[in-house]
């Protein structure tokens, strides 16, 4: 079963990585640990745009997928994909992704952020959303065929 709306939000508020994948122009996939915030129905991330892989690729049309999984056990986890949009420089959505990772060294990191002149926020709203718990026997369900696809 997937995640209840009330778990998804309390799963996505815990500050893990998302692994943030793409394609670039070659066709070939690229992932990438990167850090994220759940907001009213959408992932917010931060990159560069011409220094990172991740704001190259995003710029010239890709789309993206992302995976967020617990480390420990029994494992959850959440898959998204959709378009991703360049926000652009904001300094507000810049400081609510990274403080999410310890306020001391986003201060440090947001000083640096602003002064990159290629810096931006990115929005994922998800086209599709799956999610599971393998503490309630969801790794049973999946390999029985049954959907993890989680409601919007």
């Given at each position: ?18 692994h943030f994948a793409t394609v670039d122009a070659k066709g070939r996939p690229r992932v990438r640990p990167i850090w ?12 560069r745009l011409e220094a990172r892989h991740t704001g190259r690729d995003v710029t010239a049309g890709s789309t993206a ?88």
């Amino acid at each position: 079963m997937p995640l209840p709306p009330e778990e998804l939000e309390e799963f996505l508020a815990d500050p893990r990585m998302a692994h943030f994948a793409t394609v670039d122009a070659k066709g070939r996939p690229r992932v990438r640990p990167i850090w994220y915030l759940w907001r009213q129905g959408a992932f917010w991330f931060t990159t560069r745009l011409e220094a990172r892989h991740t704001g190259r690729d995003v710029t010239a049309g890709s789309t993206a997928s992302i995976s967020i999984a617990s480390e420990d056990r029994p494992h959850r986890a959440v898959i998204a994909r959709g378009e991703v949009d360049v926000v652009g420089k904001d300094e507000a959505l810049l400081w609510d992704i990274s403080s999410r990772y310890g306020e001391r060294a986003a201060r440090a990191w947001l000083a640096g952020a602003m002064k990159e002149p290629d810096r931006t926020v990115l929005r994922l709203v998800p086209r599709h959303l799956l999610s599971w718990d393998y503490g309630r026997g969801d790794s049973r369900r999946q390999n029985q065929g049954e959907s993890m696809r989680t409601a919007l």
